[in-house]
């Protein structure tokens, strides 16, 4: 499924907000203006500033505030994957050279800094007080998250649990975010805002998990990295964690001993996407992801029929479909 076939229903409302967002990331200082606009370059699919307008739209209409949380998601969103390419040392993002690929580390992290305190502040000047609220959550919870996430890999012991909540602040907590913030710009409905913001969680959960299953599954010419590259950096996800919860101690320490050692992970991630698949972790990962899609659903069920409606259910379909 294509992207436009959801948003399609907000295509004149996205227009608007891409000027918009133009006009705030612009700056009087020459350096930050260039970077910026290379920001704006490494743009994908919306996703998030997408949720603000259908959810406010579910919920009654769009307006400024809608367009100004959709602004302060998308400044965070593009902080938070400068700063990870950064922490991660990548040299491409969506096909063209990253930031700190271009500028380096210390422009990277300045300039991640930078949008996430424009957000900040564009949200103060303009008094959305709810929307800095939500926005502040999702950036501790993300940041707890990725802390966790570390903390695990470090030790190699992450259990399903640890992994739920690290894929639920990391990824769940800024769908969510976008979600709670388009409702709230529409209605002052607590239920509703809810409502929305639960189908925000669990579309993140889905969404991360199906990522993840790309590392074992995907073609690396579609989603433009090789297989198996969690593996190689040492990342444990669903798929791996259940495969080792139904192995024995001997095969469990065999798989520890590859992740371990930096040699043997680049050159036996064949062996543990097997051990994976063998041992069912693709399946039950795939499983848990559309039970998370189904939950998704549900949050929104009891909204009256519309197009934006359509749209967030079309987009659950296209994040569990996704092949990149």
Not at 50 to 68: E, F, P, S
Not at 111 to 123: E, P, Q
Not at 201 to 208: K, P, S
Request: contains cysteine.
């Amino acid at each position: 499924m294509d992207i436009n076939v959801v948003t399609f229903s907000v295509t004149e409302e996205l227009k608007q907000f891409q000027e918009r967002y133009k006009t705030v990331l612009h700056s009087s200082n020459s350096l930050v203006d260039k970077v910026t606009r290379y920001v704006l370059r490494q743009q994908g699919k919306q996703i998030r500033p997408t949720l603000v307008i259908l959810a406010a739209k579910v919920c009654g209409g769009v307006h400024d505030v809608t367009y100004r949380g959709a602004i302060m998601v998308e400044l965070l969103h593009s902080a938070t994957l400068i700063h990870d390419d950064v922490v991660d040392g990548a040299e491409m993002r969506r096909g063209i050279p990253s930031i700190n690929a271009l500028w380096k580390n210390k422009i990277s992290v300045l300039i991640g800094d930078y949008l996430l305190s424009k957000g900040l502040l564009y949200s103060l000047e303009n008094k959305d007080y709810r929307s800095l609220h939500l926005v502040s959550e999702a950036v501790r919870r993300m940041s707890e998250g990725e802390i966790l996430q570390i903390q695990k890999t470090r030790s190699l012991d992450i259990t399903e649990e640890d992994y739920l909540s690290v894929i639920a602040d990391k990824t769940g907590s800024l769908i969510a975010t976008s979600c709670a913030i388009g409702a709230a710009s529409s209605t002052d409905s607590e239920d509703e805002i809810a409502s929305l913001k639960s189908y925000g969680e669990f579309l993140g959960l889905a969404f991360q998990i199906r990522d993840d299953l790309l590392d074992y599954t995907g073609d690396s010419k579609k989603t433009g990295k090789q297989l198996g590259i969690d593996i190689k950096d040492r990342k444990i996800t669903l798929p791996l964690i259940y495969a080792l919860r139904q192995s024995d101690k001997s095969e469990q320490n065999k798989i520890k001993s590859i992740l371990k050692s930096s040699r043997k992970r680049s050159v036996r991630s064949g062996e543990v996407i097997d051990f994976v698949t063998r041992k069912g972790g693709l399946d039950y990962a795939a499983e848990v992801a559309e039970g998370f899609a189904d939950k998704a659903l549900e949050s929104i069920a009891h909204f009256p029929e519309s197009d934006a409606k359509r749209s967030l259910q079309l987009l659950v379909d296209f994040v569990m479909k996704r092949q990149h």
